[in-house]
């Protein structure tokens, strides 16, 4: 089918959703789309390298501010928490502002947080600006799905999420090894002052490609829904982390009672969210997406997948430096064969995702992980390189047959014009995840924590609680494929009648 050179955009109310939902609707031109693309996956690869590297930067950074390592360990957790407390706040203006708007304005709070997390003197001041990072990153990752669907014609959503995906894993594998390397000859500010030219390039292409619609009318904005969605997630976050704070052992009657007390917060705020968005005008986030069953099964589906993903990620590297006492560098060689999985596996899944059921695709690698997973459970006690390799490549091609399919079933089952509302609970459901994952290891691991000096005793325990941690992620995939399972009849019904 001949393709104008300006195809006709009518604008759906909300002024986010550019493109309407026809079957001749061809997105933007081909030069624009590769333009919007490269905006969209520097602005990821950015997100990506500044995780990864700051994680493996965290014992240098501890000793260079003479702080304890517990307490760096927040110039992670801070990131994290300020990102997932924003994220659907984020979503919901881009409906308000418009895409390029929001974009920009969250990539210049990212390249400005950037470098002053360079300029750093103090811990506090470093944590400051790692949690205004963290807002800037949600602002683009909220909506970056919502941004390629909007630029590419719906045919092609399955292979560039999955190209998304690829390169996801890509900068996962080498951002470890990068960071190591340059850690080795410059300082870990580095790796922050890395993020201005990226993003500025980032910026640029923003500007030039993305279109800068938006509603006609200036709706207003849910605030009280806003408070109550950041306070909601703050709260569960914070009581997740309650029991992973290293060097406190086994969970004392005042962590659980901070933990209750974050607890009731997170429920008492969840209820008042979900009341809020049932009376509001203009809702932060409509709940009316949820009322597909499609949609919420794939939301439900991804949360449970990226606790496991957050539990292994973080299990990982305790059980390659602390059990089998490999290098840091040797760790990120260990953890390469996931990302090539991932590599691997994504683009053609996305491909498939395509011409074929993507409920059917996602599950099929959510019984692959779970395999896996369970493989590097029962590692023995001296493990080969090769044999790690091999378990963590099934791990990487199952997560990678599941991820991009499972991204489009969400986007393709929420209305272009709740596109952007979609692209927020996909990255809520990451990032939530994620953090959950992490502090669930985090507990076990101060659970198995011994107060004595015994190091051999010691190694023991710490092996058998990653052990524990590798289990816990099996089961959160078994429970993800349960509830994958629950959609498959009804999404392959849907997907025979649209064909």
């Known amino acids: 089918m001949h393709t104008p050179s300006r195809p006709s955009r009518p604008v759906v109310n909300h002024g986010m959703a550019l493109f309407s939902d026809q079957p001749g609707d061809e997105g933007l031109p081909g030069r624009e789309r590769r333009l919007a693309m490269t905006a969209v996956m520097t602005t990821t690869t950015m997100a990506v390298f500044d995780g990864s590297m700051v994680n ?28 997932a407390m924003t994220l659907a706040i984020f979503a919901a203006l881009a409906a308000r502002i418009g895409f390029r708007a929001l974009f920009t304005l969250g990539l210049g709070v990212f390249i400005l947080a950037s470098l002053g997390c360079a300029l750093s003197t103090s811990l506090g001041m470093l944590i400051a600006m790692r949690l205004l990072q963290g807002i800037g990153g949600a602002a683009t990752l909220s909506i970056a799905p919502a941004i390629l669907r909007s630029v590419f014609p719906n045919r092609l959503l399955g292979r560039i999420l999955g190209l998304n995906a690829l390169l996801i894993a890509a900068c996962t594998a080498i951002a470890p090894i990068f960071g190591g ?27 030039r490609v993305i279109s800068g619609k938006r509603a006609a009318a200036r709706e207003p904005f849910d605030f009280a829904g806003a408070i109550l969605s950041a306070a909601m997630l703050g709260a569960l976050i ?45 809702p932060l986030l409509p709940l009316g997406m949820f009322a597909c069953a499609r949609f919420s099964l794939a939301a439900l589906t991804s949360l449970a997948s990226f606790v496991s ?77 090769w044999d790690i390799g091999v378990r963590g490549l099934l791990c990487g091609i199952g997560f990678g047959c599941f991820q991009s399919p499972n991204n489009r079933e969400i986007l393709s089952n929420a209305s272009r014009e709740n596109s952007g509302y979609a692209s927020g609970v996909l990255a809520i459901m990451r990032t939530f995840g994620q953090c959950l994952g992490a502090a669930m290891v985090g507990a076990i691991l101060s659970a198995y924590e011994l107060s004595d000096s015994d190091l051999l005793k010691s190694a023991a325990q710490e092996a058998q609680a ?28 849907a997907w025979n009648t649209r064909r």
């Open 56 to 83: 493996i930067a965290l014992p240098q950074i501890a000793r260079a501010l003479d702080v304890s390592a517990g307490a760096a360990v927040w110039v992670a957790n801070g990131y994290l928490l300020s990102a």
């Open 181 to 207: 390397t340059l850690l080795s000859a410059m300082s870990w500010r580095w790796l922050f002052a890395i993020n201005i030219p990226l993003g500025s390039i980032a910026v640029m292409l923003t500007l």
């Open 238 to 282: 914070m009581a997740a982390n309650t029991f992973s704070r290293p060097g406190e052992g086994k969970p004392s009657p005042a962590m659980l009672a901070t933990a209750v007390a974050y607890g009731l917060a997170a429920v008492i705020a969840g209820l008042a969210f979900i009341r809020r968005q049932r009376r509001a005008p203009k």
């Open 309 to 385: 993903q957050g539990i292994t990620f973080v299990a990982l590297p305790f059980l390659f430096q602390s059990v089998y006492g490999y290098s840091a560098f040797m760790s990120a060689l260990l953890f390469t064969p996931w990302p090539i999985g991932i590599v691997l596996a994504a683009p053609r899944a996305g491909r498939l995702a395509d011409r074929y059921s993507p409920a059917i695709i996602s599950t099929v690698g959510l019984c692959l992980f779970a395999v896996g997973l369970a493989l590097l459970a029962q590692l023995p006690d001296r493990a080969q390189a």
């Open 466 to 493: 990653v052990r524990l941690s590798l289990w816990a992620a099996t089961a959160a995939t078994i429970l993800a494929i349960a509830v994958s399972c629950s959609r498959l009849r009804q999404a392959t019904s």
